[in-house]
C-alpha cells in the first residue's frame, strides 16, 4: 500500500511515501532559521512557508520514488494538534490530492505519529510503554498495539521539550536549546543535587516542569555574568572550541549546568516511566521513546539502561524521526488504512489543546 504523509502541524514542512516499512521518499524543509531571530515559532510566517513548500516538496517525493499520482493509494495528513492555520495548509492540500486522485484520505494524530516512529525502523513488540517527549508535550503512554494507546501521564505545564527551550533562552543560547544544551553537556560533570527532580513525591503518572524552570532560573539570577550579553548562534556552539570561544570563562560551568539539567529531566522521566511500567497489569515488552527530546543523549542512556536492567527492548527512533517528520505520518496512515480506518473530506484540523478525536470513517 502505497501511502503519502503530509506534515505541516508546526514549523517543518514534510511529505513522504512509504510502502510498508519501505520509506521511498522523505522531503523535509526547516523553518527553523525564519523564526530564529523571534525566539520562536510565528504561526502566520509558518503558514505561509508550508503553502509554499508543499507541492514542491510533493513533486520532490514523487521523482523520489519514481511513481505518478494515481499510485498513492493512501494520503496521511497530520490532523492535530498543532498549529491551526499550519495544519490547515496540509489539511486543505492532503483534501485535494485525495480528491484529484481518488486515494484514500486518513487524518492521523500527530503525536500517534510521534509514537510510531520508531515502530517505521523496527518491529515491536507489545505491550509496551512509550514515552513522548516533544516540544509541546510529555505523555506517557501504555501501548497495547500499534492503534491501541491508552495515556496514562501528562504534563500539567510545561513540556520537557519547552524546559530545555526556556532554560537555553535564558542563558541566550539559540532557539530551539535543547540539542545544544545536550551538546554542551557533553563537556559538563552531572552534580545531581543542582536542580531538583520535579513532582515525584506523589502517586500519579502526570510531569510538572514549570518548577524546575524557576529552579533554574534562580540558579542563573545568583550567577551573575554567566550568560552571554548577546544572543549566541547556533554555527558558534557547533564545536568545542567554538563554543569556549563564545562562553569565554563561562564555559566549563555553563557545560556542568547543561549536563546537570538534562540529567534532572532525563531522570524524572525515567522514574516516572519504571513506574508506569509497574503499574502494567502485564509483563510489558518495551519501553518506546518518541519525539524531539528522545534525541537527547541523557534521556536516552537513562531510559536504555532502565529497559536492559528489566530486560525489556528499549526502542528509540533515529535523531531524524524524532523531530516532526512527514515519514511517521504516512506509517500511521498506512497503519490506519490498512486497519479500515480513514475519513472523508469532511476531516477537520484540530488545534493544540484539544483532544483529536477518533472519528474514523470506513475506508471506500
Ligand atoms: P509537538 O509534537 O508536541 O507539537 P514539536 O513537534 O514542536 O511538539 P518536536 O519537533 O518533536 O516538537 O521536538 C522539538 C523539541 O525537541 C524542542 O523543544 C527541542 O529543543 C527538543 N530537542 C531536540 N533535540 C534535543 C536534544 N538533543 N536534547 C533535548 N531536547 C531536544
Ligand atoms: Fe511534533
Redesign the pocket.
Known amino acids: 500500500m502505497l501511502c503519502l504523509g503530509i506534515e505541516t ?4 514542512t514534510g511529505v513522504a511515501l512509504v510502502d510498508g516499512r519501505r520509506l521511498l521518499a522523505n522531503r523535509a524543509a526547516s523553518q527553523a532559521d525564519l523564526h530564529a531571530v523571534f525566539g520562536g515559532v510565528v504561526p502566520e510566517i509558518a503558514s505561509r512557508e508550508h503553502y509554499r513548500l508543499l507541492a514542491p516538496l510533493y513533486q520532490a517525493c514523487l521523482t523520489d520514488a519514481g511513481v505518478s499520482p494515481s499510485d498513492v493509494d493512501v494520503v496521511a495528513v497530520a490532523r492535530g ?2 498549529l491551526l492555520g499550519s495544519l490547515l495548509t496540509g489539511v486543505s492540500f492532503a483534501k485535494g490530492l485525495a480528491l484529484g486522485t481518488g486515494a484514500r484520505l486518513v487524518g492521523v494524530d ?2 500517534h505519529a ?1 509514537v510510531l516512529a520508531a515502530a517505521l525502523e523496527t518491529e515491536i513488540s507489545y505491550p509496551a510503554v512509550a514515552v ?6 510529555t505523555n506517557l503512554y501504555i501501548m497495547r498495539s500499534e492503534l491501541e494507546l491508552e495515556l496514562v501521564g501528562r504534563t500539567l505545564d510545561d ?4 524546559a ?2 526556556k532554560a ?1 533562552k535564558a542563558l541566550n543560547l539559540p532557539y ?4 545544544v ?3 554542551l553537556a557533553a563537556y559538563g560533570q552531572v552534580d545531581t543535587a543542582m536542580f531538583p527532580r520535579p513532582y515525584l513525591d506523589n502517586q500519579n503518572l502526570d510531569f510538572s516542569f514549570s518548577g524546575l524552570k524557576t529552579a533554574f532560573a534562580l540558579h542563573i539570577a545568583a550567577r551573575e555574568g554567566l550568560a552571554t550579553e548577546r544572543l549566541v548562534e547556533a554555527t558558534e556552539l557547533q564545536s568545542e572550541e567554538g563554543a569556549r570561544r563564545v562562553l569565554g570563562e563561562s564555559f566549563q560551568e555553563i557545560a556542568d549546568i547543561c549536563a546537570s539539567y ?1 540529567w534532572s529531566i532525563a531522570d524524572t522521566l525515567r522514574i516516572k516511566t519504571s513506574r508506569a511500567l509497574e503499574r502494567m497489569g502485564e509483563r510489558p515488552q518495551a519501553i518506546i521513546l518518541a ?3 528522545a ?3 541523557t ?1 536516552r542512556r537513562l531510559l536504555k539502561e532502565e529497559a536492559n536492567a528489566r530486560g525489556l527492548a528499549f526502542i528509540a527512533p533515529s ?1 531524524m524521526l ?3 517528520n512527514a515519514a511517521m505520518v504516512a506509517y500511521a496512515g498506512s497503519r490506519l488504512a490498512e486497519a479500515g480506518l480513514c475519513h472523508d473530506l469532511t476531516l477537520e484540523a484540530v488545534p ?1 489543546g484539544r483532544k483529536v478525536p477518533r472519528d474514523y470513517v470506513a475506508c471506500a
Not at 502541524?9 to 517543518?12: I, L, N, P, Q, T
Not at 513522548?132 to 508535550?137: E, P
Not at 530551539?176 to 540539542?179: F, W
Open positions: 502541524s508546526c514549523d517543518d494538534p498543532g500527530h503525536l510521534h513522548l517527549i516533544s516540544g509541546g508535550h513540556a520537557a521539550g519547552e530545555f527551550d537555553a530551539p536549546g535543547g540539542a544544551m545536550d551538546r538534562g519525539g524531539g527530546v534525541s537527547n543523549t534521556v535523531p524524532c523531530t516532526d493544540r
